[in-house]
């Protein structure tokens, strides 16, 4: 069994590859138009995404720890996500079966991520990281479907049909969601297993997380639309907004947050 598992894991990996050698260094709108259509994958993306850390609020987090009923009721919150951003297609039974069906493997994603980070927390990051991917993997089923092919909008409504049928919106937004909701989760999860003598709500308090927001927010800002390489010298200079806040002065930190900035901004200036 452990043999069929890393032989299909192996294969998995060696298709990825193949696919990222195909089109390095194509933007997204040309896979689009090399048959790759990824409209209504980015957008199960973004409400995975919004679902899964900006509606992520304290006390439904909380829950989810303690019981399944927070579990269900968050699996549930994404779902609700999911059609109300594929509004255009509730039309189709088809995209109620799917979204249906990535409410229950959410579902017992999750319960199998929490159950294994209760018997070894020392794994949470590799457990978080993991998760998160087969999260991304099942969403992309929906590339096997022929509605992944059709690109509706709203033509009643000439503003919203733009932002909607527009992609970079879409990545947009899964690139801000990425760089500050997540990554404080991403972070949290990292620091319980690689850094000792934290609160378990390290990085993702309230105060915190507003914080990081603006922080990694700016960083990527700067870094994004430079005009000179010397501008971004100035990125660590944000770090100054910490200087007022006391719980804030935390020089590690800081830099696991410049850190990842750094790396989700540049991924996304590859992607583009």
């Given at each position: 069994?452990?043999?069929?598992?890393?032989?299909?894991l192996?294969?998995?990996?060696?298709?990825?590859s193949?696919?990222?050698?195909?089109?390095?260094?194509?933007?997204?709108?040309?896979?689009?138009?090399?048959?790759?259509?990824?409209?209504?994958?980015?957008?199960?993306?973004?409400?995975?995404?919004?679902?899964?850390?900006?509606?992520?609020?304290?006390e439904?987090?909380?829950?989810?720890?303690?019981?399944?009923?927070?579990?269900?009721?968050?699996?549930?919150?994404?779902?609700?996500?999911?059609?109300?951003?594929?509004?255009?297609?509730?039309?189709?039974?088809?995209?109620?079966?799917?979204?249906?069906?990535?409410?229950?493997?959410?579902?017992?994603?999750?319960?199998?991520?929490?159950?294994?980070?209760?018997?070894?927390?020392?794994?949470?990051f590799?457990?978080?990281?993991?998760?998160?991917?087969?999260?991304?993997?099942?969403?992309?089923?929906?590339?096997?479907?022929?509605?992944?092919?059709?690109?509706?909008?709203?033509?009643?409504?000439?503003?919203?049909?733009?932002?909607?049928?527009?992609?970079?919106?879409?990545?947009?937004?899964?690139?801000?969601?990425?760089?500050?909701?997540?990554?404080?989760?991403?972070?949290?999860?990292?620091?319980?297993?690689?850094?000792?003598?934290?609160?378990?709500?390290?990085?993702?308090?309230?105060?915190?997380m507003?914080?990081?927001?603006?922080?990694?927010?700016?960083?990527?800002?700067?870094?994004?639309?430079?005009?000179?390489?010397?501008?971004?010298?100035?990125?660590?200079?944000?770090?100054?907004?910490?200087?007022?806040?006391?719980?804030?002065?935390?020089?590690?930190?800081?830099?696991?947050?410049?850190?990842?900035?750094?790396?989700?901004?540049l991924?996304?200036?590859?992607?583009?």
């Open positions: 069994m452990g043999g069929g598992l890393f032989q299909s192996f294969d998995l990996k060696l298709c990825f193949t696919f990222f050698r195909k089109h390095a260094g194509l933007p997204w709108a040309l896979l689009i138009s090399n048959g790759v259509n990824m409209f209504l994958f980015l957008k199960l993306v973004l409400a995975h995404l919004i679902a899964d850390f900006i509606l992520q609020f304290e439904l987090y909380q829950l989810k720890v303690r019981s399944f009923l927070g579990q269900l009721f968050h699996v549930l919150i994404q779902g609700l996500v999911a059609l109300i951003l594929l509004f255009p297609y509730l039309n189709e039974p088809v995209i109620w079966a799917f979204v249906a069906g990535l409410v229950v493997v959410h579902l017992i994603q999750d319960l199998i991520k929490y159950s294994l980070t209760r018997k070894i927390p020392a794994h949470t590799a457990y978080f990281m993991i998760d998160q991917a087969c999260h991304i993997l099942a969403t992309a089923a929906i590339l096997f479907f022929p509605i992944s092919r059709e690109v509706r909008g709203f033509p009643d409504l000439p503003f919203l049909d733009t932002l909607y049928r527009n992609n970079i919106w879409t990545i947009g937004l899964i690139f801000f969601i990425t760089l500050t909701f997540a990554g404080s989760y991403i972070l949290n999860a990292f620091s319980k297993s690689y850094l000792k003598g934290h609160a378990p709500r390290y990085l993702i308090s309230s105060p915190e507003v914080h990081a927001i603006v922080e990694r927010s700016l960083v990527g800002g700067i870094l994004l639309f430079s005009v000179s390489p010397w501008m971004t010298l100035l990125a660590p200079c944000v770090g100054i907004l910490r200087l007022p806040f006391k719980p804030l002065r935390d020089l590690k930190g800081f830099l696991m947050s410049m850190i990842y900035a750094v790396i989700v901004t991924l996304f200036k590859m992607a583009l």
